[in-house]
């Protein structure tokens, strides 16, 4: 079994709007059994653009994220017919569905005969990325779990914040951010569980009280949420790096807690 870059009539050089991603055949099948979440999503053939979209704008809105064409809802190696033309189609949805549009980390793949196309796309100093429909809105998307869904509320507001700091949080804040991580990564729901009524009552502390920071820490850009009301189900914001990076074929980055 071995992984390869495949040449296309450019060679496999940075595009204007596309850097190359280095994956070892390792690193796929590492992603494929991690199964489809947050920073990870799977297609056998390329969809639409508006919905291909729809992926790479929520990814560049909340950690970053890994598209990998190619691949079953159940991660087998399926392959696609014509990669360089997926390479091209996904490039040019992001500089024509996005705003601002998106650089991407594109590689193409053979995997024992058939190829696979990895888009990887870095969390994004630009954010909010609206998603430019048909109609004329602009919709702006965070990922959820495996799905992706529009933002609103404080979240939507905590997207404008430039790059998010934890500088100044009071302890009680920190202990809310490490509570929501902890709670996301322990829970087999791909929604997530993180409520405010959950934290307040393992901090045995008010609601309210729980609430004011849950607000403050999402205005900052430090928590997304999705839902109304008590059922509001919050997610870490942002990810220290880019999901998966490389210089040229002859290195590969492999990132600290990739897809965590």
Same mark, same amino acid.
């Given at each position: 079994?071995?992984?390869?870059?495949?040449?296309?009539?450019?060679?496999?050089?940075?595009?204007?709007?596309?850097?190359?991603?280095?994956?070892?055949?390792?690193?796929?099948?590492?992603?494929?059994?991690? *199964?489809?979440?947050?920073?990870?999503?799977?297609? !056998?053939? @390329?969809? =639409?653009? /508006? $919905? +291909?979209?729809?992926?790479?704008? %929520?990814?560049?809105?909340?950690?970053?994220?890994?598209?990998?064409?190619?691949?079953?809802?159940?991660?087998?190696?399926?392959?696609?017919?014509?990669?360089?033309?997926?390479?091209?189609?996904?490039?040019?949805?992001?500089?024509?569905?996005?705003?601002?549009?998106?650089?991407?980390?594109?590689?193409?793949?053979?995997?024992?005969?058939?190829?696979?196309?990895?888009?990887?796309?870095?969390?994004?100093?630009?954010?909010?990325?609206?998603?430019?429909?048909?109609?004329?809105?602009?919709?702006?998307?965070?990922?959820?779990?495996?799905?992706?869904?529009?933002?609103?509320?404080?979240?939507?507001? *905590?997207?404008?914040?430039?790059?998010?700091?934890? !500088?100044? @949080?009071? =302890?009680? /804040? $920190? +202990?809310?951010?490490?509570?929501? %991580?902890?709670?996301?990564?322990?829970?087999?729901?791909?929604?997530?569980?993180?409520?405010?009524?959950?934290?307040?009552?393992s901090a045995n502390v008010s609601e309210a009280r729980a609430r004011r920071s849950f607000v403050?820490?999402?205005?900052?850009?430090?928590?997304?949420?999705?839902?109304?009301?008590?059922?509001?189900?919050?997610?870490?914001?942002?990810?220290?790096?880019?999901?998966?990076?490389?210089?040229?074929?002859?290195?590969?980055?492999?990132?600290?807690?990739?897809?965590?």
């Amino acid at each position: 079994m071995y992984a390869r870059q495949v040449r296309g009539h450019g060679g496999v050089r940075a595009e204007r709007y596309a850097a190359c991603v280095n994956l070892s055949v390792g690193d796929l099948r590492s992603c494929i059994r991690k *199964g489809e979440g947050m920073r990870l999503e799977f297609k !056998r053939i @390329l969809p =639409r653009d /508006e $919905r +291909a979209a729809r992926t790479l704008c %929520a990814f560049a809105n909340t950690r970053g994220g890994l598209l990998l064409v190619g691949i079953t809802d159940r991660g087998r190696v399926h392959g696609v017919h014509h990669p360089e033309e997926v390479r091209a189609t996904l490039v040019r949805i992001a500089r024509q569905w996005i705003e601002p549009e998106l650089t991407l980390e594109l590689q193409v793949l053979e995997v024992e005969g058939p190829r696979v196309v990895a888009c990887s796309v870095p969390w994004s100093k630009e954010r909010p990325h609206a998603l430019l429909l048909p109609t004329g809105e602009r919709q702006i998307l965070i990922r959820v779990g495996a799905s992706n869904r529009p933002a609103d509320g404080p979240t939507l507001r *905590g997207l404008e914040v430039g790059r998010p700091s934890t !500088r100044g @949080l009071t =302890r009680f /804040e $920190r +202990a809310v951010l490490e509570w929501v %991580a902890a709670e996301v990564r322990g829970s087999p729901h791909p929604g997530g569980t993180a409520t405010v009524a959950r934290f307040a009552k393992s901090a045995n502390v008010s609601e309210a009280r729980a609430r004011r920071s849950f607000v403050r820490l999402e205005l900052q850009g430090l928590l997304l949420g999705h839902g109304a009301g008590r059922a509001r189900i919050y997610h870490p914001a942002c990810a220290r790096r880019s999901v998966w990076s490389g210089r040229g074929v002859g290195s590969r980055t492999r990132t600290a807690g990739v897809l965590a």
